[in-house]
């Protein structure tokens, strides 16, 4: 079936068209299940971004056909506060049900301990989001480490944000290069058990080799390139790789506008969209 972008756009026709491909599921066609593991919430610092008003992000995840969306905070990125970003954060989602609070911790500050154990007491929040490249450290950071055992043992994931903008196009006084991915398989052999979801990543071999032997470690599709991208990642990890949009600082549109092109089948499309998701972010306790 062609596909013209142009009616897509602007418009909730990508999740028809996503079901058309699979004609049992067109019944469910305007209420898809659809999890966007990628968004985040407030002003980015260097612009302003089209949605980034909360509700008007809402609105359009709904129009989509977004059932559920992991919102962070860009205010995260520059701001010491973390205690009040994530106080924030979830006051705002509290707005609108769809969206899902993903907290923040910076273990180079003091004090981050108390910080993860807000978000998954206090808030119950089925992760936090990690940003190592605006905050300083590394992720063979014997603090890494340490965040991901407590994330493990509360049966919590974390996120690692590998890059929020192209360096190309960043400001001139704030230059961020992407996380280095390399010390991550043997951060996993320290913790089994651990998910980790990296977020808006390019793979490049041999790295995304390495990185794909790790059974707890998942992917996104924000800043997967090609239009055989996402299969291709797909049929290297099929129950690895969760729809990510980067939303707003990307339009949401986009990352269902890749899927639509993509050469899925049933499986994949069900994975790709929810089902891995869902599975992931229900392991936290009652």
């Not at 273990?107 to 807000?118: F, H, K, M, N, Q």
């Not at 993509?262 to 994975?271: A, D, I, K, V």
Request: a neutral charge.
């Amino acid at each position: 079936m062609a596909l013209n972008r142009r009616d897509l756009l602007g418009t909730a026709a990508a999740i028809p068209f996503l079901a058309s491909k699979f004609a049992h599921l067109r019944d469910d066609a305007e209420r898809l299940p659809i999890v966007d593991t990628n968004v985040s919430l407030f002003q980015w610092p260097f612009r302003r971004l089209p949605l980034d008003n909360t509700h008007a992000l809402a609105e359009k995840l709904t129009k989509l056909g977004i059932a559920q969306a992991w919102a962070a905070s860009f205010e995260a990125l520059l701001h010491r506060d973390i205690a009040g970003v994530n106080q924030r954060l979830v006051d705002e989602c509290k707005k609108y049900s769809q969206l899902v609070p993903i907290g923040c911790v910076n273990p180079a500050l003091p004090s981050w301990e108390e910080d993860v154990r807000r978000c998954f007491n206090m808030y119950r929040m089925p992760g936090v989001r990690l940003h190592p490249n605006y905050h300083g450290y590394a992720l063979d950071d014997d603090r890494v480490a340490s965040l991901l055992k407590i994330a493990t043992e509360s049966r919590r994931f974390i996120q690692i944000s590998v890059a929020m903008e192209d360096t190309r196009t960043q400001h001139n006084l704030v230059r961020v290069k992407d996380v280095d991915l390399t010390p991550l398989p043997n951060l996993l052999k320290r913790v089994p058990g651990a998910i980790v979801q990296v977020l808006n990543y390019r793979p490049r071999q041999p790295l995304f080799e390495d990185l794909a032997q790790n059974e707890g470690l998942f992917f996104d599709t924000a800043r997967v390139e090609g239009t055989d991208g996402i299969a291709n990642l797909l049929h290297s990890i099929p129950d690895r790789v969760m729809l990510g949009s980067h939303a707003p600082f990307f339009v949401p549109e986009a990352a269902l506008i890749r899927v639509a092109e993509s050469e899925l089948t049933e499986e994949h499309f069900r994975r790709l969209l929810w089902k891995t998701a869902q599975q992931i972010g229900m392991r936290r306790p009652a």
